[in-house]
């Protein structure tokens, strides 16, 4: 929950520039927070004056109908430093929001979401390029920043901790879940997205990005425990390929699951909700996180969640969802055959998940991201 007061008066005239260059990119967390942050604020605050920054050709509804003004098709490094504040310029903002890292010149004030700082805990599972630019731009964006928003209270004490960023001036602005993740679809629409993917009847279901943090190699030695021992599920692996998959995907290949494991790609939004309602069960057992979005989303969608026990996804899911180490493949192997085959765990979670979901609102990341602002404006 966002510390301090609620939003104050609307009416002053203030122009919010947001950054939304995620948007249409398949960037994943990154995509999903700035998309559920526009259309919170076109539900909360319609009259609010915002202007979006977004790649060319994202379709308007992606943008909730916010007034867009286009950048280049150009990479990070030209973005962020030339292109986003020529265009902050143009539009005449008064605050800027970004995600990561801020212009180095920047012709407003901003604020920046930060959704964790894994190449500073788990360097190993980033490129040296990757943590070098984000070693060296971060510390600089964090000290320039009017506020700073972080997704769960957990990510803003690591914040605090590493960077010693002053823990007053960071807003706990945790994302939204979309309402089209619930727990009631049509079986003629599960059945559609089933056959598009190719999916068995029963599987469990992983949806992210396929990188080493995400820990599949582990969570698919306890899953092949589990077939050689009788299960009938299939592991279904839905996203893209990001970086340093190659040796995780090699390491699974090696445990030699042949058609017990289903890679689908990346899985178009439309498709998701379908997706988590036809799963048995949905397993993220990351070894770091910032949130995990997949993981609101599945508890949104009534399906019975596995989940890592590390501090940001406790704080999201609470009591919703059943829990192992992240490193111990036995209890992982345990907890999974407890949330696949025990009736009455399986009923307490998919009641206990939508309800939990039920808290992460767009009006209460609104209202949350608005009293940000508020704040940055007035320092």
């Not at 999903?32 to 050709?57: H, I, K, N, S, W």
Request: hydrophobic share 45%; proline share 8%; charged share 25%.
């Amino acid at each position: 929950m966002p510390r301090g007061k609620r939003p104050q008066d609307d009416s002053v005239h203030r122009r919010i520039g947001i950054d939304a260059h995620a948007i249409g990119s398949r960037a994943g967390g990154n995509e999903t927070y700035m998309r559920e942050l526009l259309f919170a604020l076109r539900e909360a605050a319609p009259r609010r004056d915002v202007v979006v920054y977004a790649q060319r050709g994202v379709s308007p509804t992606m943008l909730a109908g916010w007034p867009v003004v286009p950048l280049p098709s150009t990479s990070s490094l030209l973005r962020v430093p030339i292109t986003l504040p020529r265009a902050v310029q143009r539009s005449g903002a008064d605050l800027l929001h970004v995600q990561f890292n801020a212009p180095p010149v920047c012709p407003c004030p901003f604020v920046v979401s930060v959704h964790d700082i894994g190449w500073v805990t788990y360097p190993e599972f980033f490129t040296p390029t990757m943590r070098s630019r984000l070693a060296l731009l971060t510390p600089g964006t964090l000290r320039r920043a009017r506020r700073v928003f972080a997704l769960t209270e957990a990510i803003a004490r690591e914040i605090a901790e590493t960077y010693g960023t002053p823990i007053e001036r960071i807003d706990v602005v945790s994302p939204a879940v979309d309402p089209v993740f619930r727990p009631d679809h049509a079986e003629g629409a599960v059945a559609a997205v089933k056959r598009r993917y190719h999916l068995p009847d029963e599987f469990v279901l992983y949806t992210g990005a396929l990188q080493p943090r995400k820990n599949l190699t582990r969570l698919a030695t306890a899953f092949a425990r589990l077939a050689k021992r009788g299960l009938p599920h299939t592991l279904v692996i839905a996203g893209r390929r990001a970086w340093l998959h190659k040796g995780m995907l090699e390491d699974i290949e090696r445990l030699e699951l042949g058609d017990r494991i289903h890679f689908t790609g990346y899985v178009e939004q439309a498709d998701l909700p379908c997706l988590y309602a036809a799963a048995s069960a949905f397993v993220y057992v990351s070894i770091y996180e910032g949130f995990g979005l997949p993981v609101l989303e599945a508890l949104a969608s009534g399906t019975p969640v596995l989940a890592s026990s590390i501090a940001a996804i406790q704080e999201v899911a609470g009591s919703a969802a059943a829990y192992c180490h992240p490193l111990d493949v036995d209890d992982m192997e345990h907890t999974l055959e407890r949330v696949l085959t025990d009736p009455g765990l399986r009923t307490s979670l998919r009641a206990a998940g939508p309800k939990r979901a039920a808290r992460f609102t767009r009006k209460a990341m609104a209202n949350a991201a608005l009293e940000g602002y508020r704040r940055a404006l007035e320092e």
